[in-house]
């Protein structure tokens, strides 16, 4: 019977301080997407059902990694720097929620 002990490698770490929540790019990150999603159902018509608020997350992550710097390349969005160059012309984005009128 033998045991397998994996090897623990070295891996630099920086700790965050207590309570300095504003030096943690992951919490921050959090805290602005919070805020964005908020901002977006603000904007909802009043006749949006909100039962449906998750069907919203795609766009607001979109459009939030569009107007997001990318911290790789800060002349690029953090949506370039993953998926490229978004083309507004073949996939337009409107405000969420918004009504419309088909005909």
Not at 10 to 35: C, D, G, S, W, Y
Not at 46 to 71: C, E, H, I, M, V
Not at 72 to 99: C, E, H, R, V
Request: charged content about 15%.
């Amino acid at each position: 019977h033998s045991c397998h002990i994996p090897i623990i490698t070295q891996k630099i770490m920086q700790l965050v301080p207590t309570n300095v929540h504003q030096r943690n790019a992951a919490e921050r990150a959090i805290r602005t997407f919070n805020n964005h999603f908020i901002a977006g159902l603000y904007s909802l018509n009043n006749d949006f059902p909100l039962y449906l608020w998750d069907k919203l997350l795609p766009q607001a992550k979109l459009t939030f990694n569009l107007l997001r710097g990318s911290r790789m390349n800060p002349k690029l969005s953090a949506w370039a720097q993953l998926n490229g160059i978004y083309d507004f012309n073949s996939t337009p984005i409107g405000p969420p929620g918004t009504k419309v009128l088909l005909h």
